[in-house]
């Protein structure tokens, strides 16, 4: 059985679910999927045995999107499912990403690929570490629109208030701000997706919300204008070697266009190669916009000489790279450090699809609640500052004014992203 929308020609977008553990983000999916029509009511009332015989009533929903042993058993989201949703206008695979905090590096690899977030926020739990994390993180890697679902309206203590609801949206505002997006522009659902309300049907026990369901928010979200006039970006996310066709670097197209027959550089690798095919949802096409997530096969590399965290662009305009003896600007805000920082000091950096160690070689500049300071000894929670970095490799980034999408950073420390940053200037030698 399919969904009475279905229509794989339609405008395709990717959208991320997020939201801190448990806040509901895979019963949500669940949902959404079983009152849409994309999933029958039997292969829930499985699934619910199925949860009730581990002792996790109330799961059902959840194992349409866990379908991992181990994350039955947990009970939680640990790798990044991918499912259909098809709506009146859009063809969406839907990304649920894990809320645990073990897992944070899937997230950002789901989220790096994704237009669109919901991020789940519990009602009666409110804004959690994770929920900020993730409002940071969905800034940072790019997603231009968030819904926000404020989950589980129908749990004891908060009992469908219009109060309870009200102060939660404000506390997610306030996130939201901090975090770089504009309140006014994220709509902010009451739902429980546990019961299906104001998820795709509306709510009786919340009459006094006249807004859209999640659903027609999700609908409602505007297809992102695609780059295609810009210098062609790929950022390669795996390398396959696939017996009697060779080396397949697979990736999401971020600007312009890629051809087959023409020849593209991976940086920093430094490895050039001919386009031979290129294949998008298991079809063959001519060539690739941004936003199509595309297999490539090339001609003459082994699936050694290029990797995940290269950029595939066109000779004309090399993708840039810091070398490890280079440095490069960047702002940064910091989130959550458990201790001071200062030069030295050398994090993971997720950028893309890369993942490089990278040193604070120099501090430049600190703007906190106490105003600027020029070259500060060192940094705490809540400051920004601008920075001179080096990175412990060769590292392909690009500068906010030539490529934003490619100029975004997350920092990751003893496994919590501890600040979000963005590259102003690269210093080549």
């Known amino acids: 059985m399919g969904s009475q929308w279905e229509d794989k020609s339609k405008p395709h977008l990717n959208i991320v679910f997020v939201g801190h553990v448990d806040h509901g983000k895979s019963t949500t999916v669940g949902r959404l999927l079983l009152d849409t029509g994309h999933i029958e009511a039997h292969v829930i009332e499985k699934n619910e045995k199925l949860a009730q015989e581990q002792g996790k009533a109330g799961f059902g929903l959840a194992y349409v999107m866990d379908g991992l042993k181990e994350e039955r058993e947990r009970g939680i989201t640990i790798d990044v499912a991918h499912k259909e949703l098809f709506t009146p206008n859009y063809y969406f695979t839907i990304i649920d990403a894990p809320g645990h905090r073990d897992f944070v590096k899937n997230m ?3 989220t790096s690929q994704a237009d669109a977030a919901v991020l789940c926020v519990a009602a009666n739990d409110g804004v959690n570490a994770q929920t900020k994390e993730h409002a940071f993180l969905a800034r940072v890697l790019g997603v231009k629109q968030l819904i926000v679902n404020i989950n589980k309206m129908d749990i004891s203590g908060v009992d469908y208030s219009e109060d309870k609801y009200n102060s939660v949206k404000e506390e997610v505002s306030n996130l939201l701000k901090m975090a770089g997006f504009n309140p006014a522009d994220v709509p902010m659902v009451p739902c429980s997706s546990f019961n299906g309300e104001n998820l795709y049907e509306k709510s009786d ?24 006039d810009r210098p062609l970006r790929l950022p390669i996310q795996d390398v396959y070697k696939i017996g009697g066709i060779g080396t397949v ?8 266009i890629l051809h087959s027959g023409k020849t593209v550089v991976f940086n920093p690798s430094q490895k050039s190669a001919e386009v031979k095919s290129i294949e998008m949802h298991h079809t063959v096409v001519d ?5 199509d997530n595309v297999g490539f096969n090339v001609r003459g ?3 050694t000489d290029i990797r995940r965290g290269d950029i595939a662009g066109y000779s004309d305009n090399e993708p840039m790279f810091v070398r490890h003896d280079e440095t490069f600007v960047g702002q940064i805000q910091l989130m959550d450090i458990p201790k001071a920082v200062a030069a030295g000091y050398t994090p993971v950096f997720h950028a893309h699809t890369a993942q490089v160690a990278v040193r604070f070689v120099e501090l430049l500049e600190k703007t906190s609640k106490a105003g600027k300071e020029a070259n500060p000894p060192f940094l705490v929670t809540g400051d920004a500052c601008l920075i001179r970095f080096m ?34 200037k690269i210093e080549k030698k």
């Open 108 to 110: 950002i690899t789901g």
């Open 205 to 228: 026990n919340m009459s006094w919300y006249s807004g859209p369901t999640l659903f027609e928010c999700i609908d409602g979200i505007q297809m992102p204008p695609k780059p295609t």
């Open 249 to 256: 670097p697979v990736g999401k197209i971020e600007t312009g």
């Open 287 to 291: 060539k690739a916009e941004p936003g």
């Open 301 to 303: 590399l082994s699936a």
């Open 391 to 424: 990175p412990t490799k060769p590292m392909a980034i690009e500068q906010m004014d030539a490529f934003p999408e490619l100029s975004r950073f997350a920092i990751r420390d003893m496994g919590k992203t501890v600040a979000a940053g963005v590259c102003m």
